[in-house]
């Protein structure tokens, strides 16, 4: 994901995002591509789980109360690392005025984002994004910021670049370096933040209106248990998995009672994740 220079005029565009950028700028874009890159067996598992797993459901209802509590500009939505394209399907079916775009770095998994969701996939690099300036009314970006081959002040340049003013940015990051483990390795999760640092890093970048809270709080004690004790083996499998019904079910029960909670304007004193949403001047 690391590239050199971006570099080249950014022409504006206010119509629809453009896919196909100079040959210059998409050959810039594909530099790099030994670098760190998610595990193939990664984005097998990814697209095997996000459709059912409880974390992907209640990540992206987390995405879209973001959304729908800011929308952000007039225009199409970007899914920035959209993976196997599960957040972008969601996108597309509960927003389907708006337009929903996808960009991945592997072409594989672009390819299956494209599938799965039926919207435009591009494979690109989030340090130089294909797109023109101000294409995107909003941006999302789920677990990208702190991948090892995505630079932050790059890559969050680069989405500041691609959104129009007034436009809303939602990321989401993991959350505490105490956390760390096998999973971080198995997915190139190379930082972890906290509420503050993800706030201050978004502030640096040069957005406005930034807000951040904890998400997943109320099962991070079971978090803990699970990384830092039971699976603590640096060989431990990721935590992307199919689990029994039940205990799915019953997670994501806690997980939507949390989500019921904070509704209500009741912040969780820390979680698993950061969610951050922000606006572009």
């Not at 789980?49 to 800011?70: F, I, P, Q, S, T």
């Not at 996939?121 to 294909?130: E, I, K, S, Y």
């Amino acid at each position: 994901m690391l590239q050199p220079h971006c570099g080249g005029r950014r022409a504006r565009n206010h119509g629809r995002p453009a896919l196909h950028p100079p040959r210059g700028r998409l050959a810039l874009a594909r530099r790099g591509r030994h670098k760190s890159q998610v595990e193939p067996a990664e984005y097998d598992l990814m697209d095997a789980a996000e459709d059912g797993m409880w974390w992907y459901r209640a990540a992206h209802a987390r995405v879209l109360d973001a959304l729908r509590a800011r929308p952000g500009a007039a225009g199409p939505l970007l899914d920035a690392g959209c993976g196997t394209g599960g957040l972008l399907r969601c996108l597309a079916d509960v927003m389907p005025d708006r337009g929903a775009f996808g960009l991945d770095y592997m072409q594989a998994a672009a390819a299956r984002a494209a599938a799965k969701s039926g919207r435009p996939v591009t494979a690109g690099d989030a340090n130089c994004l294909p797109f023109q300036d101000e294409s995107f009314g909003a941006a999302i970006s789920i677990d990208v910021i702190c991948h090892a081959g995505v630079e932050p002040t790059r890559a969050l340049a680069e989405l500041r670049r691609v959104l129009r003013p007034g436009g809303t940015l939602v990321l989401n990051l993991p959350s505490y370096e105490w956390l760390r483990s096998a999973h971080d390795l198995r997915v190139h999760n190379a930082r972890r933040y906290t509420r503050a640092s993800g706030a201050r890093m978004l502030e640096e970048a040069g957005f406005a209106a930034v807000a951040a809270r904890y998400w997943n709080g109320l099962l991070l004690p079971l978090m803990a248990l699970q990384r830092k004790v039971l699976q603590r083996r640096p060989d431990a499998p990721s935590d992307v998995t199919h689990f029994p019904p039940w205990i799915d079910a019953t997670l994501h029960a806690v997980s939507e009672a949390e989500r019921w909670i904070t509704s209500r304007g009741l912040a969780m004193p820390g979680g698993g994740s950061v969610l951050l949403l922000a606006t572009r001047p």
